[in-house]
C-alpha cells in the first residue's frame, strides 16, 4: 500500500498563505499548481520561447521557475528573491539538483533590482507574479525602473496587482497582507520608466495581471484579437515567434 501519510504535509494544503512552509509561504497552497500553468501559458502566449532570457522578480520556491527552468535554454532563467529559504526548498522538493546543474539558472538573494543592475542583466521577459500586490508605490516604482533598465528593447514585464479606487499609503514590503492601487497610478509610475502599460484579458484567481512593455514588443495582435494561444499560433505560422 502506498504510504499518503506525507502528501498533505508536503504540499502545504490547509495551510494559510504566508506560513512557515515553502508552498504556502508564496501563497494558498490549493493553487500552487494553478498558478503556475496560468503563468506559463500567459508567458509563451506571449511568444516566450526557449532562447528567450527570463527574470522572475521574487521567485519564491520557484513555484513558475519550476517550468520556465526546463523550458528556457541554459543561463536563461534568472530569478530574484530575498528569502533564499524559498529557493533553496524549491530546488530540493521541485527542481532537484539536476536541473539547475543542467540549465544553470541564475539567482540573486536580495529585495531589490540594484544587483541586477550591478550585474548588468539583460532580459526579454520578466514575470512579477504576486509582487506588486503586497509592494507600496515606493517599491513598485524601484521595480518598474530596475526592471525596465534590464529589459531589452522589444522586452516586457507581465506583473499582477490589485486594482482599487483608491491607491494604498503603505510603503515598502507588505506581507502577507495585500495592497491596491489605481491602475492609472500604475500606468503613470510605468510611463516613467519608460515601459507601457495595459491590463491583459487573462484570468488570474484573485489579482489582475498587466502588461508593462517596451515600445518596440510587440502587444498589437491581441488588439483585435483575443489573447490566445491560437491567436498567437495565427499571426506567426512560421512559428518564429
Ligand atoms: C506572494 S509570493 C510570490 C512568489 C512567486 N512570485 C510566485 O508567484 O510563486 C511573494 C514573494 O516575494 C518575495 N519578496 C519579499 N520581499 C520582496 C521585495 N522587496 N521585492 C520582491 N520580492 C520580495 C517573497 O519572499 C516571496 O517569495
Redesign the pocket.
Known sequence: MVDHSDDSESLGLGLR?GDDHYRA???PPED?DL??AM?FNLLTTLGLRQHHSLL?????????GRLLIPYLNKDKYIG????EW?VTEGIKRETGEALVQIKRPKFFF???PKPLIEAKISVDFA?????F???GLD?ITE?LFGISHCLTRGGALVATFLPSADDSTLT??V??DCVSFKPETLERIAAKANLGFEILDWKHPRQTWALFAKAEFDATWFKTRSLTWNARFDIAPDRKM
Open positions: 498563505p509561504y508564496v501563497g500552487y498558478i503556475a503563468t522572475d522578480v521574487g521567485c519564491g520556491s520557484l513555484r513558475i530574484i528573491e530575498p528569502n524559498l536580495s529585495d531589490s514575470l512579477a507574479q504576486s509582487i500586490s503586497h509592494c517599491l521595480w515598502g514590503w506581507y502577507p
